[in-house]
């Protein structure tokens, strides 16, 4: 089993700045896919960047494309979302996901697609608020 802990949630203002956290443990961190996906009521959860460790290649989507980035202190078993530029249509509970790579490139499509039903474990989610 894969354990992940969100963190870095909170409220800030339009143009304002978060940077969420995940750490994973309970599986070899570089043969992780980890993606960053969230969620509002009534909506379907939507994936907005993944990183596959090993290689540190990041897929993010154009609906944040230029205002989120994913990285990875591999020290540290923990992957980061910065999202700058934030505006209300961020606001959404936070998730992370992981895919194990138990065979090699299975990575590869989950990474693109960014689909919640490829990711197998989740964390409980962190709240980011974007209000005036």
């Known amino acids: 089993q894969v354990q992940l802990v969100e963190s870095g949630g909170g409220s800030v203002q339009p143009g304002g700045s978060l940077r969420l956290s995940c750490a994973a443990s309970?599986?070899?961190?570089?043969?992780?896919?980890l993606a960053w996906f969230r969620q509002v009521p009534g909506k379907h959860r939507e994936g907005v960047a993944g990183?596959?460790?090993?290689?540190?290649?990041?897929n993010i989507a154009d609906s944040v494309k230029g205002r989120f980035t994913i990285s990875q202190d591999n020290a540290k078993n923990t992957v980061y979302l910065q999202m700058d530029n934030l505006q209300p249509g961020d606001t959404a509970m936070y998730y992370c996901a992981a895919f194990k790579n138990e065979m090699s490139g299975r990575w590869w499509r989950p990474l693109q697609q960014l689909l919640q039903e490829d990711f197998p474990f989740w964390g409980k989610g962190t709240l980011v608020i974007i209000s005036s």
């Open positions: 990183i596959y460790t090993e290689l540190s290649h990041t």
């Open positions: 309970g599986y070899p961190f570089p043969r992780l896919l």
